[in-house]
Every structure is written in structure tokens, then in C-alpha cells.
């Protein structure tokens, strides 16, 4: 891999153009963009053909309405109607087949018009080759005023990703989670069972002694009833599933810290980490953290929550839609209660993810760079408050159950507050404050009404209205905690960690690096190694190659 720089690397210098008032050139030996008349609709009088690079899944395909498709839909004609241009797929990949035309199109230097690109690495590779149109004065002319709020939202950290000495060479998807902490989820009607309540201020803050005392008292009356219940669980195989655990003792998981002096550590060798192992070591000698600890992956933990078999896991305040479901579809007894946790001063230690997620790519050829702007309007903007009567077609799609994949774009637009919204709003329908056709955001009318249809009846959740009860999980249970009573509480401390592209010693590295780690970090809570082990697997990581990555990490971020 080539060496990172963020000098510049456009092959010729940009050039000030004028497309109607303005087109801007990107770097490169590209044409410039070309006037085009538009009718007094906005849409271009003569059509325009746009190429797509889609990421495009085969079981998405499955979820289209009859007669459409990745290439033909509802979003596509919606901006076909719109704009007057036809968008044409010079490729329909996911998975690795999309990260291997993506490596083609590198290769050879030829690009589609448009393109949504998932790794940042393969991002900067592109601008590095000198592949992509500059947008800094394409999206400054043509972003509509509601686009560029969203980015300003996040204070720079998102536009930042995509900018290269000073110019922005993509545009990135925005990631809302990135503001939003980890979670302790317990099972509610284990503890309604029980009598306990850990939280009996109900600010829906609790400390690690809390979570041990719960999974104490879980274990010893054997509530799930069978053969044995354990207290709560983490993955052996992905570290970062203990990240709650070290932000309560003010440590981080496998992030990039910028120091005071402008060096830079990795947050897993900081002594903050070091107290959350010992801390796990405690609770697994003390028989509440799970006797299989260090075998079980992230499905086995799974299993274990459908059988009834654990009381306690970790995860984000979206983890109803997706892993709490499908517990609740088999045990319609099931509860969840969600709770941020405080160090022993009450704070709620927590960190920015990354704010940037996926990039939007124009190649350096494309004759009309501006479209993928006003695409960007039209599906982030303009669709994001659309109704039956404003777009028919796309809200009987999304009603329908169509795939968000549908979108020329593979990456979301949203605000950094977005999850408060969530909260915000569906609190409102469910108040009675607002209809589910009144919501902002085009998702929220869908997910508030299945809320509204559970609420009906919450003791007795059948096939139809499970939707609503992880939507109520995540949306009130989930971002009830960390959003709502997280700002009420006014105790959390943010972070905002550093976010690198692969470095020369990490592409060859990491892998030997995270194997270091995760063996450190199964040995120490095992007992396996006494908790001063820590100190040698540190000494390890920077030895193996982690001081090189930390010195390069530090050099990027200093162009």
C-alpha cells in the first residue's frame, strides 16, 4: 500500500469554471463540467445519463415490490421525474464482489460517474491515484441549505474525512451513532421476578457493583429456571464487546487518543483498561460473568439469551431491532430495561464514533459532478419529509417493505442529533402530541405507528406487533437512557477519538497486533495470566509493531 499523505495529489491544478453560474473542475486530466438548461421545474431539458458503481446485496433484491429492482424502483424514478436524468448501473455488487470491482475500478483508473464507497481506505486510495472530482465548490454551490446543516452538525468531524488539504474530494455518509454511548440491557422481567431494583433513583444510570449485584442475584435464584443462569456475557472474540465495562473505569477499546503533546495512543493499553479486565477477572472468580468465557461468540451469547440462560448483555440502543427480537419472538415473556453506566463519581464516560460512514465518490471524468449533489438533495432532503401525497410511489415502497438499497446512494444523511429525534418524536406520537404523519423523518411515521399498534396491547405481542416492541425498545427503552436521561443527568464526559486510514505497519501488523490483544485479554480475565500481565502485553504491542503504527498515525494527522 501506498504510502497516506493529505498533501495534494489533483495531477493538475483546478480550474475556475462556470456551469450556469458556477462548474467546478476536479483534479486530474478531467473535461470540465458542461452547461446544461433546465426547465422551470429544475429538471435538465435534454435527459442526462448518469453511470452508478451499486452496492447492491442479491437478498435485498428479494425485498423489492414486484417489478422493481436495484437499477429500477421507486427512488429511481422518483429522481428520473425530478431531475431528467437516467441512471444506468455500470455494476450491481455486494459483499466481497463489490470490494473486488471496487479494486478494478482502481486498477484501472476508470470510475463510474457515481459511486458509493464503503472503506475508507479504498476512499483515500481513490483520491491518492487521483481518481475523484473535486466537490468543494460543487457541493458549496449546489447543496441545498438543509444538507449542509446536517454536516454542520457534527462541527467538522464528518466533512473532515473526505478533505484533503483543504479541498473536499467525496462526500461521506453521516453516522448519528456516533454521539450516542453503549448500553447495560437486563432482562426487566427477571428483575420485576426477583424484586430488585438497581436503579432506585431512576435516572437510569447504574455503577459496575450495580450490574455485578444484579448478576448475582440472577445466578443464585436460577431465575431463567433451567439448568443454569448466568449473570451476564461477552464475546471471546471480539474485544471491543467489553467497551462498557472500560468506559466505567474512564478507559476505551481499540481507539486512537490524541494526547496533549500531539502524540497518539491506543486506548486499549492505558491503565483504565487494565482495572476493567481485573474487574472481569473478579466477576468470572466470583461465578457472574460467564463460566465459558473466552469460547463464546457473539451467536453463542445469542443462543444463550433465546434459551432463557442470560440475564445481562452490553450493546447499543438499537440491539431490539435486531438481537432482543428475536428473543422476544421466542420467549414472549422477555423484558429489557436499558441503563448507561457511571464510574464511582457518576460519570458516564463515553466517546464520538466515527462521524463519517461511507463515501460518495465522483469520478474525475464525470461530465455533470453537480447531479450527484442534487441526488443527494432529493433523497436526503426532500424525501426525508416526503408523504403519500408528495411521493407516492416512494412511501408505498417503503411501506411495502422495499430495501433501503434501493437508493442509488449506499450511506445515510442525517443529523448528529438524529437518535434525540427518534426519542423525541415518538415520545410525541405516543403522548398524543402527534400523529405518525406528522413526524419529521420519513422512517419514524412507520416504526411510531407499529408503537402506537403494540401499545394496544403490550402484554400479548404477536408476529404482527413485534416490530413495535423493539421499536419501542430501542426508541424509548434504549434512547430513553442514553439520550433523554443521559442530557437530564448532565453527567456524561465525551471523547472524540482519532480515525486513521490503514497505515503501511498496521496493513502488515494489525492482525498479529489484534491476536496479541485478544489472547491478553482472555488470559486475564480467565485468570489464566495474573492481572500484571497487562503490563508485558503492553510492552508486546508496542514492540510487535504497535509504537511504528502510533508513530504513522501521528504523521498523518500532523500534514
Avoid at 448518469?50 to 435485498?60: C, D, H, K, N
Avoid at 476505551?252 to 477477572?281: F, Q
Avoid at 508485558?536 to 508513530?551: H, M, P
Wanted: aromatic share 10%; hydrophobic share 40%.
Amino acid at each position: 500500500m501506498r504510502k497516506i499523505s493529505r498533501r495534494s495529489f489533483l495531477k493538475a491544478a483546478t480550474v475556475a469554471c462556470a456551469l450556469t453560474a458556477l462548474t467546478a473542475c476536479g483534479g486530474g486530466d478531467e473535461s470540465a463540467a458542461v452547461s446544461v438548461a433546465k426547465d422551470e421545474n429544475g429538471a435538465y431539458v435534454d435527459t442526462l445519463t448518469i453511470t452508478l458503481g451499486r452496492f447492491a446485496e442479491p437478498s435485498a433484491a428479494a425485498l423489492f415490490p414486484e417489478g422493481q429492482t436495484f437499477e429500477d424502483n421507486a427512488y429511481t424514478r422518483y429522481i428520473e421525474s425530478k431531475l431528467n436524468v437516467d441512471l444506468v448501473d455500470s455494476f450491481e455488487a455486494g459483499g466481497d464482489a463489490f470490494t473486488n470491482q471496487l479494486a478494478t475500478c482502481v486498477a484501472s483508473g476508470e470510475l463510474p460517474d457515481i459511486m458509493s464507497v464503503i472503506s475508507y481506505d479504498t476512499f483515500v486510495e481513490m483520491v491518492n491515484n487521483g481518481l475523484t472530482y473535486d466537490m468543494t465548490d460543487v457541493y458549496e454551490e449546489y447543496a441545498s441549505d438543509y444538507i449542509k446543516s446536517l454536516y454542520d452538525s457534527y462541527d467538522g468531524r464528518c466533512l473532515s474525512m473526505a478533505t484533503f488539504d483543504g479541498r473536499l474530494m467525496g462526500i461521506p455518509g453521516t453516522n448519528p451513532d456516533n454521539s450516542v454511548p453503549v448500553l447495560c440491557w437486563m432482562r426487566k422481567d427477571w428483575l420485576d421476578k426477583l424484586g430488585i431494583n438497581p436503579d432506585p433513583d431512576g435516572d437510569l444510570c447504574i455503577t459496575l457493583d450495580d450490574i455485578a449485584a444484579v448478576a448475582k442475584a440472577f445466578v443464585d435464584a436460577n431465575v431463567g429456571g433451567g439448568n443454569s443462569t448466568v449473570g451476564m456475557a461477552f464475546s471471546g472474540n471480539d474485544i471491543g464487546d467489553a467497551m462498557c465495562i472500560a468506559n466505567a473505569m474512564g478507559g476505551y477499546i481499540d481507539r486512537w487518543i490524541e494526547n496533549p503533546d500531539g502524540t497518539m495512543s491506543w486506548s486499549t493499553l492505558a491503565p483504565e483498561v487494565k482495572a476493567a479486565w481485573a474487574k472481569m477477572n473478579e466477576w468470572y472468580e466470583e461465578g457472574i460473568l460467564d463460566p465459558q468465557f473466552g469460547t463464546r461468540t457473539t451467536d453463542d451469547i445469542n443462543a444463550m439469551m433465546i434459551n432463557n440462560e442470560l440475564g445481562i448483555v452490553f450493546g447499543a440502543w438499537h440491539i431490539p431491532d435486531w438481537r432482543l427480537s428475536s428473543v422476544k419472538a421466542l420467549v414472549p415473556e422477555a423484558e429489557y430495561i436499558a441503563y448507561t453506566v457511571a464510574d464511582d463519581n457518576g460519570i458516564v464516560h463515553a466517546y464520538h464514533e466515527n462521524a463519517a460512514e461511507r463515501f460518495l465518490v465522483v469520478s474525475k471524468d464525470c461530465k455533470y459532478p453537480q447531479v450527484a449533489v442534487e441526488i443527494l438533495n432529493i433523497l436526503y432532503d426532500d424525501l426525508a419529509r416526503a408523504t403519500a401525497e408528495t411521493a407516492p410511489d416512494v412511501i408505498a415502497y417503503i411501506n411495502a417493505g422495499g430495501h433501503n438499497e434501493g437508493r442509488p446512494y449506499y450511506m445515510e444523511v442525517l443529523p448528529a442529533n438524529n437518535p434525540s429525534i427518534y426519542y423525541t418524536e415518538h415520545m410525541a406520537v405516543i403522548n398524543g402530541e402527534m400523529t405518525p404523519e406528522e413526524t419529521t423523518i420519513a422512517e419514524n411515521r412507520g416504526s411510531s405507528q407499529a408503537i402506537l399498534d403494540y401499545l394496544k396491547d403490550p402484554q400479548n405481542v404477536t408476529e404482527e406487533t413485534l416490530g413495535g416492541w423493539h421499536f419501542y425498545e430501542s426508541r424509548i427503552i434504549g434512547l430513553g437512557a442514553s439520550i433523554d436521561a443521559l442530557e437530564k443527568n448532565g453527567n456524561a464526559e465525551w471523547i472524540t477519538p482519532k480515525y486513521p486510514p490503514t497505515t503501511p505497519t498496521s496493513e502488515q501488523k494489525k492482525a498479529t497486533l489484534d491476536k496479541t490483544e485478544l489472547e491478553a485479554y482472555v488470559a486475564i480475565v480467565t485468570g489464566a495470566q495474573p492481572i500484571d500481565y497487562f503490563d508485558t502485553f503492553v510492552s508486546e504491542w508496542k514492540r510487535l509493531g504497535g509504537d511504528a503504527i502510533a508513530q504513522e498515525v501521528q504523521e498523518y494527522f500532523a500534514q
